[in-house]
């Protein structure tokens, strides 16, 4: 995965990986690679789900932080969380770099650094998924 995050709707992530299961077992489907390549998309898809459902009361209150300062003020800074090197923070709040690893393994932010020398990341629909899913 890479470190740019996914767009995908955490809340569809089982109905897909569940259609691609019943295209996988259609026989009509003679493709053995087409086959290969949708099971291993179903895999990730399954992935992604447990990582999102997996991260801790801190990392949910983190993706909750940025979510709250984005609605307050789209598109302002105080939302994006800013690593360099091993430090990271959310506007003055320093964040542990595992924390933000998280993150993107649950696919809940987006790189938003365009060849930036710092890593800037901004909550995407995923991230907001996952905190409607754990009712926050």
Same mark, same amino acid.
């Given at each position: 995965? $890479?470190?740019?995050? !996914?767009?995908?709707?955490?809340?569809?992530?089982?109905?897909?990986?569940?259609?691609?299961? #019943?295209?996988?077992?259609? &026989?009509?489907?003679?493709? &053995?690679?087409?086959?290969?390549?949708?099971?291993?998309?179903?895999? $990730? *898809?399954?992935?992604?789900?447990?990582?999102? +459902? @997996?991260?801790?009361?801190?990392?949910? $209150?983190?993706?909750?932080?940025?979510?709250?300062? +984005?609605?307050?003020?789209?598109?302002?800074?105080?939302?994006?969380?800013?690593? +360099? !090197?091993?430090?990271? /923070?959310?506007?003055?709040?320093?964040?542990?770099?595992?924390?933000?690893?998280?993150? %993107?393994?649950?696919?809940?932010? @987006? #790189?938003?650094? @365009?060849? *930036?020398?710092? +890593?800037? /990341?901004?909550? $995407?629909?995923?991230?907001?998924?996952? %905190?409607?899913?754990?009712?926050?």
């Amino acid at each position: 995965m $890479n470190r740019e995050g !996914c767009r995908w709707d955490a809340m569809t992530l089982t109905e897909l990986a569940d259609a691609l299961g #019943d295209l996988i077992c259609d &026989e009509d489907l003679d493709d &053995e690679k087409l086959r290969d390549r949708m099971s291993v998309a179903a895999s $990730n *898809l399954r992935l992604i789900r447990f990582f999102g +459902e @997996s991260l801790t009361r801190r990392q949910l $209150n983190v993706l909750a932080l940025m979510r709250d300062r +984005e609605e307050a003020d789209p598109g302002c800074d105080e939302a994006e969380l800013v690593r +360099e !090197c091993c430090d990271a /923070y959310l506007d003055d709040t320093r964040i542990a770099s595992r924390t933000v690893d998280a993150l %993107l393994r649950a696919c809940a932010i @987006s #790189d938003e650094s @365009s060849g *930036l020398p710092v +890593e800037r /990341y901004r909550i $995407n629909e995923t991230g907001r998924a996952i %905190l409607k899913r754990a009712g926050r």
